[in-house]
C-alpha cells in the first residue's frame, strides 16, 4: 500500500519554508525521499531508517517517527533550484519493494 | 560513467503491438525494478528483482512481463499494448539500499 503524501503542491517565495509530510498505514521500516525536476528521473534526497533519526542535505532535511508512521521533509530558506516534485518511498518490512507516495509539487518563484 | 542505462528513451506503439523495454546496470546491484509513472502522478511499482533468476510481481503488473536472467540486465515485455499503458518508464536498481533510476522510457501506445 502506498503511502500518502500531503500537501499535493505548494507554491513558495524565495526564502521562504515548507513542511512536505509523508504517512503510511503499515509500520515503516525506511522512508527514501527523492526530487524529480520536470521531464528528468528521480533523484535521491536522503534515506532515514528506524529510530526517529533526522537527516539533512543542503538546507533540507528530514525527520522520521516510525510510532507515527510518518516522516516529513522540511525545506528551509527555499532556492529557486528547489522546485520539482517530491516523493517518498517506503519499504516493506523484506526491504525489497520501494513503493512511491504521490508526490508533492514544490514550486519556488523568485 | 556507472548507472542505469534505459533504451529506447522514446517509442509509439500501435495498440496491440508488442515490445520490449531495455534496462541494464553496471554498478554489480542485486535489485532492479520497473516502475511507471503517469503525467501529473507518482510512481507506480511494475515489476521487482531481488537477483538473477528471481523476479515478483509490484503494484501494478498486469500487461507486463520480466526477467532476469543475469545480474545486469532487467528487461520489462509489454504484450499487446492497449492506451492505458502510455506512461514513462523507469528502471531503477540498487544493492539492498536507494534506487538510483535510470532516464526513463517515454511510450506512448496509439
Known amino acids: 500500500q502506498q503511502p500518502v503524501q500531503s500537501p499535493q503542491a505548494v507554491i513558495l517565495r524565495e526564502g521562504e519554508d515548507a513542511v512536505i509530510n509523508c504517512s503510511s498505514s503499515k509500520a515503516l521500516y525506511s522512508v527514501h525521499w527523492y526530487r524529480q525536476k520536470h521531464g528528468e528521473a528521480p533523484v535521491f534526497l536522503m534515506i532515514?531508517?528506524?529510530?526517529?533519526e533526522q537527516k539533512g542535505h543542503e538546507k533540507i532535511s528530514a525527520s522520521f517517527n516510525e510510532k507515527k508512521q510518518q516522516s516529513s521533509l522540511y525545506l528551509t530558506a527555499s532556492q529557486l533550484s528547489y522546485s520539482g516534485t517530491y516523493f517518498c518511498g517506503t519499504e516493506n518490512d523484506a526491504g525489497n519493494m520501494l513503493t512511491f507516495g504521490g508526490g508533492t509539487r514544490l514550486m519556488v518563484k523568485p | 560513467n556507472a548507472g542505469v542505462t534505459q533504451t529506447p528513451k522514446f517509442r509509439i506503439l500501435k495498440i496491440g503491438q508488442s515490445m520490449t523495454l531495455q534496462c541494464t546496470q553496471d554498478?554489480?546491484?542485486?535489485?532492479m525494478y520497473w516502475y511507471r509513472q503517469d503525467p501529473g502522478m507518482g510512481l507506480k511499482l511494475i515489476y521487482y528483482s531481488v537477483g538473477a533468476g528471481i523476479t515478483d510481481k509490484g503494484e501494478v503488473p498486469n500487461g507486463y512481463n520480466v526477467s532476469r536472467s543475469t545480474t545486469e540486465d532487467f528487461p520489462l515485455r509489454l504484450e499487446l499494448a492497449a492506451p492505458s499503458q502510455t506512461s514513462v518508464y523507469f528502471c531503477?536498481?540498487?544493492?539492498?539500499?536507494?534506487?538510483?533510476f535510470g532516464q526513463g522510457t517515454r511510450l506512448t501506445v496509439v
Open positions: 531503477a536498481s540498487s544493492y539492498a539500499g536507494t534506487p538510483k
Open positions: 532515514l531508517l528506524k529510530g526517529g
Open positions: 554498478m554489480n546491484h542485486n535489485y
